[in-house]
């Protein structure tokens, strides 16, 4: 049974550059969230897509979009990149229809910005 | 607005001693707390879903137990390979399908 995966593992672009990282999730689950961790820090939410549209958002600017496919993979897009968008974006997988709640995460892209 | 805090920031074990890292909180609507155990450079791995006070759950020498206000992730006789980081989040109904994480425990198991 695959796990959620992502891609590409390690990212290097410059400032005001952009970005397209991609995550499937795990097999049965048709909901994905994105977090952005940076060092010593907690993953924090950037925006949840189920059925093809984002649900929920989190505090971060619009320059972060994203998209989910009718297979339910999706992507994360950031424009214009700045040195503080350095960190780890994890991709999680949950199912609705779950009788719990847990979201499965990814191994992560390590994006850095110069 | 939700708050999540962990503490110690950072634990050093020696092999065999037993101890416990903390998860308080403050949320409204309580809808489950989640622990994750993360290594250096990777995802968090799922270790437990709590859902009620009074719930406890456990997977070889860890033990998560949930009261109104906080959690506790007991290591009974940990191995060198129990050292991670790991995290506490919470999901709230005032904040919809996100987790809130806490900062997290940095854990070293020394032989």
Redesign the interface.
């Known amino acids: 049974d695959a796990g959620?995966t992502?891609s590409p593992t390690h990212l290097i672009k410059t400032r005001g550059q952009q970005v397209t990282l991609r995550c499937s999730p795990k097999s049965g689950h048709d909901?994905v969230?994105w977090?952005q961790q940076a060092l010593?820090?907690?993953?924090?939410?950037i925006f949840?897509y189920y059925e093809e549209e984002e649900?929920?958002r989190?505090n971060f600017p619009d320059r972060f979009s994203g998209h989910q496919f009718p297979n339910y993979s999706s992507e994360l897009n950031v424009n214009a990149l700045l040195l503080g968008d350095s960190a780890?974006y994890?991709c999680?997988s949950s199912s609705v229809g779950g009788v719990?709640?847990?979201?499965?995460?990814?191994?992560?892209t390590?994006l850095t910005v110069l | 607005e939700d708050q999540v805090t962990q503490s110690p920031e950072a634990l050093r074990l020696q092999e065999g001693e037993s101890s416990s890292l903390n998860c308080s909180y403050t949320v409204s609507g309580l809808r489950g707390l989640f622990w994750y155990r993360q290594d250096p450079g990777k995802g968090p791995e799922f270790l437990f879903t709590l859902y009620s006070a009074g719930e406890e759950k456990e997977k070889e020498r860890l033990k998560a137990t949930l009261t109104k206000k906080e959690s506790f992730l007991h290591i009974t006789a940990p191995k060198p390979e129990d050292s991670a980081t790991y995290l506490c989040a919470v999901q709230a109904g005032g904040s919809g399908y996100a987790l809130n994480f806490g900062k997290g425990t940095s854990l070293l198991v020394t032989p």
């Open positions: 959620v992502q909901t969230s977090y010593g820090q907690g993953p924090q939410f949840q649900r929920q989190g780890l994890l999680a719990y709640n847990e979201q499965f995460f990814g191994p992560g390590r």
